[in-house]
């Protein structure tokens, strides 16, 4: 029998990959971050992972996994105390992998080995960060090197004195800050300071970092790539990064004065505050929903109307290609537009001089639809497996599947099967529910008869 030396057996495993790539790069890209997870998994689960030296449970080693890969910060376990310094290694690289991408992280490695990139990993990296032409994945890749570099170095700068200002010495206080910095831009929502945030509720040094590190990794790369070239001339945006900006903006403001108003007089959150302090505590409360998961006020105290806001704020989520999650907030731009246009008897969606097409808005649709549809029926299985209420329930499940990672308290304490259930819903929601829809798919349709039309009676 004829044996494959291990060089033909490389050559077909590239060849296999390359072919998967070309007929179904949204099926090998959800492979891929399986493969991560799993590795990952295994990792968190030898005995020098955690710090008791005990073995860690499979349900919470996969779901922390998931977590940190999936970057959206929802724990079973506190991170500071229960894993030791290699399984918080292990978690960080899994949020760096996350927040670059699988694809992104593929393609930085090919241009530092070979100088170039691939056919298969502009084609990869294109689906994986919603890039619409090839030529445009090298300029984003180098985007996504350096805005991540340069963003991450500085949150760093910033934190680092902080913990070193809380009475830590100087390795602890690099590694906790360089810990915080990438959880901060990737929006991962891990945190390593002891007691969490909510001590720190009115720390600016502390709360400002977070807020406009969240703001840059929700905005997303082909964004931060557009602003940087054109930051002088914001006429000039493209019309992507004009609604991502402003619809981010607006919707951050927005979050934060409400947030005030349903917290001011809550003396289980804001209402125990100084007047300085409940400001930073808006602000910091009406941008972690974007994403990033790190709130300074208990939100298991929040009152339900902020839960409600805080549920469809998450399910927003931030700015595609980026290191959010949620359905996007270019999708709610759309839609709303579309609503706008459709008020007004408009023939065209029309947003900054350009027309948005139909398919634009059947895609907008179809993400929010798909998203609806993971939150409603994951909701019910946890419903089904546990005694909790619906809004505690609603509330794991949409920060979840919006990789945010705010919680209500109740993780920790869920059955393994609740904890599978969200782990498979923020695996779905990092790689977005048009990849799973399209990684599924049998075949790509294409119909050269089109049927006659006909207009159903809508509304």
């Known amino acids: 029998m004829a044996t494959l030396s291990f060089p033909g057996a490389l050559r077909a495993s590239r060849d296999w990959v390359d072919h998967i790539a070309r007929s179904s790069p949204a099926r090998l890209a959800l492979l891929v971050f399986a493969a991560i ?57 899994g949020i760096q992998i996350g927040g670059l991408g699988v694809m992104t992280l593929a393609s930085i490695l090919g241009l530092a080995v070979s100088r170039r990139i691939g056919l298969t990993q502009r084609m990869l990296t294109a689906v994986e960060t919603k890039t619409t032409g090839l030529g445009e994945v090298g300029s984003l890749i180098r985007a996504v090197i350096v805005a991540s ?61 977070i807020v406009v590190g969240t703001f840059v990794g929700a905005v997303g790369f082909p964004v931060i790539l557009n602003v940087a070239r054109q930051w002088r001339e914001p006429r000039r945006w493209s019309l992507h990064a004009k609604l991502t900006v402003v619809t981010s903006a607006v919707l951050f403001a927005g979050a934060a004065v409400a947030v005030a108003l349903f917290e001011w007089t809550n003396p289980a959150t804001l209402g125990r505050l100084s007047l300085g302090d409940r400001v930073l505590a808006s602000l910091v409360q009406g941008m972690t929903p974007r994403s990033s998961g790190l709130a300074t006020v208990d939100v298991g105290q929040m009152r339900e109307s902020t839960w409600f806001l805080t549920d469809a704020l998450m399910f927003v ?44 808005v059947r895609l907008a649709v179809s993400v929010a639809f798909l998203g609806s549809t993971l939150v409603g029926v994951s909701t019910l299985l946890l419903l089904m497996i546990t005694d909790l209420p619906l809004d505690s ?21 869920l059955p393994d099967a609740a904890k599978y259930v969200l782990t498979g819903l923020m695996y779905a929601g990092r790689t977005g529910t048009i990849t799973v829809a399209a990684a599924l798919a049998l075949r790509e349709r294409r119909r050269v008869i089109r049927m006659p039309n006909e207009r159903p009676i809508i509304g």
């Open 149 to 209: 570099a340069v963003v991450e170095a500085s949150l760093a700068v910033v934190l680092v004195p902080w913990f070193l200002d809380q009475g830590e010495s100087l390795a602890p206080a690099l590694w906790h800050g360089v810990f915080m910095a990438l959880s901060i831009f990737n929006n991962a929502g891990f945190v390593v300071v002891h007691g969490g945030l909510t001590p720190y509720v009115g720390d600016w040094w502390l709360g400002l970092p």
């Open 317 to 360: 989520g931030g700015g595609s290609a980026s290191t959010a999650g949620g359905i996007k907030v270019t999708t709610l731009a759309v839609l709303v537009l579309a609503i706008v246009a459709e008020a007004r008897g408009d023939r065209d969606i029309e947003a900054y001089g350009r027309r948005i097409g139909s398919s634009t």
């Open 37 to 93: 997870i799993a590795v990952e998994t295994a990792l968190l689960s030898l005995p020098a992972a955690t710090a008791s030296g005990e073995r860690a449970p499979f349900a919470d080693a996969l779901f922390t996994a998931t977590s940190a890969v999936c970057v959206t910060g929802l724990v079973t376990v506190d991170t500071a105390t229960y894993w030791s310094f290699f399984g918080q290694v292990v978690i960080l690289v």
């Open 393 to 413: 329930i609603l509330f794991e499940v949409i920060s979840a599947f919006a990789t945010c990672g705010l919680s209500t308290g109740i993780t920790a304490d």
